[in-house]
């Protein structure tokens, strides 16, 4: 052998032991350790050779400490290099989640938002490694040993299953500077201006954030309070919290929690639903319309399981619900909502007969006519028999009062299923002939029936909807469909199913779930397509997540989009709530409001202080009921 092939041999052997001698730390460590202030932990750690290093991922318990009696585990991922005969760990951990401000804890500054670099060192011990890692504080750099238990398995022991997904393709170039040009203004304001120059503004792609790490170990542990990639704090011990509220539950028992409770909290004596400030009721403003959806969600419920007391839900809300015609003792107007007598306020007025210890709110509008709608259907659905016969013919009453003399129940141009509605509603309820021609002669319309099919519930363009539209969409596409199956008009029912599967496919990437449940339990959508609205299930929390403060402008990451919402109020340059993030969060990092369904999906632009305000989950069983009785979900879920 020459002495240059002698070279070359010498120099492949060497490199074909590189990548051995490289990956010589790759497997499975038992962690044993103790942090500062919390004390001693156990866990795994694994290390997996990836040919640039290792995919290094950690979770550990605390042995010692619990908080609020409930046990915390952390979950890092990062990258690991061979460093001499040791190992060194880069972990980047997120000082600052979704909440901003949580009652009684210290409020995140600008500085939170901004991550830490945690840096691990390791040396050899006997039969591992041992070393700590060093962060800046609230880090309290703990100290720990691994001992090596094995090698890696197929896939790894844990994994950040957290990913973001575009919810609408790139705008083409024209569109792109049609929309720059249009909303110039809307970009030079204060709250937009400094981010213009970032890259995903310009890219002007908005995208869901889908994350189910750790969904199973919480359904296994609901009180485990688990903390991944963060930085262990009082307020992400509460994050951790409303996470385990969401994924720890069965989908059955957060339902059956809001069923309990909705009832016995947030229902006024009038049968209206109602909201809370500790124990002191506050009233609703679309009380009508939650209540309608309410009185529907209690219908399907005792259609699937015959309950006693969603009969008397359904029962109590109808009767209510007729109360917000009949109140006013005009047909010219409706309530917007009801309450208990309080005495002398503005917009409020009393009842007298009938509803004396009533009150009633004025500006009923086309928002709670659609409440006044459901209800209607959920009489008929639930109320059927001869014992409710005198309430169902008082209901049809008033709904039809209403249908001839009130300017949204008669309808318009844009509100032209509003007619419809009613007159198909006060036949169900009585089996009016004449209110059953009106509705036939609406419902057979070929361009009322073209406008079902192709834009029924709602349209969206570059990620922007008329949010809060495409729920009333959705609910008027709920009432017509049972009208069309009930009333047997075979060609409205077409029009109708196809346009609830266009929509629910059409608005299925930014998660309005409700439209995939309902286009899955009554327009024949495949089962397969609502799987992510069941996930949106998993991921509500019950009790709800509210009280806490949002202010996502805080992190280094966040930026606005070029958009404004709703654009067509034009007010984008006056109003900074039109300003909404790039991102839309899961659902268990929002604090919602009262109806996650018709909330803008994004972050928003702004700071939004916490709330005192309790709400009801009339959001989550009008979704959970849908999809029991799609089949999506079954009673053990």
Not at 361 to 366: A, C, I, R, S
């Amino acid at each position: 052998m020459t002495r240059s092939v002698t070279r070359f041999v010498l120099a492949a052997l060497a490199l074909s032991a590189a990548p051995a001698l490289a990956q010589g730390h790759a497997g499975v460590f038992r962690v044993v350790g103790d942090e500062p202030g919390r004390g001693p932990y156990e866990g795994h750690v694994e290390l997996r050779w990836d040919g640039a290093g290792y995919a290094f991922t950690r979770e550990v318990e605390l042995t010692a400490w619990t908080h609020q009696g409930r046990p915390v585990s952390t979950a890092w991922s990062g990258r690991a290099r061979d460093v001499g005969a040791g190992v060194e760990v880069e972990v980047l951990l997120d000082r600052m989640g979704w909440i901003a401000e949580a009652p009684g804890l210290p409020p995140r500054t600008a500085a939170d938002g901004v991550p830490m670099a945690v840096r691990g060192t390791f040396a050899p011990a006997a039969g591992g490694l041992t070393g700590r890692f060093f962060g800046q504080a609230p880090f309290v750099d703990p100290a720990e040993t691994w001992t090596r238990v094995g090698a890696p398995g197929p896939a790894p022991r844990w994994r950040l299953e957290r990913e973001a997904r575009p919810v609408h393709r790139a705008p083409s170039s024209l569109e792109r500077r049609a929309l720059f040009a249009l909303y110039a203004s809307f970009h030079r304001t204060p709250w937009v201006a400094p981010f213009t120059g970032r890259p995903e503004f310009q890219r002007a792609v908005h995208s869901a954030v889908f994350d189910a790490t750790d969904q199973d170990l919480l359904r296994r542990r609901p009180d485990l309070l688990r903390v991944v990639q963060r930085v262990v704090d009082p307020i992400a011990l509460v994050e951790a919290k409303v996470k385990a509220d969401a994924f720890g539950r069965r989908l059955a028992t957060k339902a059956e929690g809001a069923d309990q409770e909705l009832p016995l909290r947030f229902t006024d004596a009038s049968g209206a639903l109602l909201l809370r400030v500790g124990a002191a009721p506050v009233d609703d403003n679309d009380g009508c319309l939650w209540t309608g959806v309410y009185a529907l969600t209690q219908a399907v419920r005792h259609g699937l399981t015959n309950d006693p007391a969603a009969l008397q839900n359904v029962e109590r809300t109808v009767r209510g619900l007729h109360a917000h015609m009949a109140i006013t003792g005009s047909p010219t107007e409706f309530a917007r909502t009801l309450r208990a007598a309080r005495g002398p306020e503005p917009r409020w007025h009393a009842g007298a007969g009938p509803f004396a210890g009533l009150e009633w709110k004025d500006g009923g509008n086309n928002d709670m006519f659609k409440g006044l709608l459901l209800g209607g259907v959920a009489a008929r659905e639930a109320l059927g028999g001869p014992a409710h016969a005198a309430l169902r013919a008082d209901y049809a009453r008033a709904l039809e009062a209403l249908a001839d003399h009130h300017p949204v129940a008669r309808g318009n141009l844009l509100k032209a299923g509003n007619p419809l509605m009613a007159r198909g509603v006060v036949a169900l309820l009585t089996g009016s002939s004449s209110a059953a021609r009106a509705y036939r002669s609406r419902a057979r319309n070929p361009l009322h029936l073209l406008y079902v099919a192709a834009a029924g519930g709602g349209l969206m363009h570059l990620g922007q909807a008329d949010w809060s539209g495409t729920h009333l969409e959705l609910t008027s596409m709920i009432v017509q469909q049972r009208l069309a199956v009930h009333l047997r008009e075979p060609l409205h029912r077409w029009a109708v199913d196809a346009g609830l599967r266009r929509s629910a496919t059409r608005l299925a990437p930014a998660r309005r779930s409700l439209h995939a449940l309902v286009a899955a339990a009554y327009a024949g959508l495949p089962r397969a397509e609502a799987a992510d609205a069941v996930q949106a299930l998993r991921e509500l929390p019950f009790p709800r997540a509210e009280g806490y403060a949002v202010r996502p402008t805080l992190r280094a990451d966040f930026c606005p989009s070029p958009l404004p919402t709703l654009p067509w109020k034009r007010d984008w340059t006056t109003n900074q709530g039109r300003s909404n993030g790039l991102v839309m969060p899961p659902f268990h990092e929002q604090d919602v409001g009262n109806y996650v369904w018709k909330e803008v999906p994004y972050l928003p632009n702004r700071d939004q202080g916490a709330s005192p305000v309790s709400h009801h989950s009339a959001d989550y069983l009008v979704a959970y009921w849908m999809a029991r009785l799609a089949q999506v979900v079954g009673p053990a879920d």
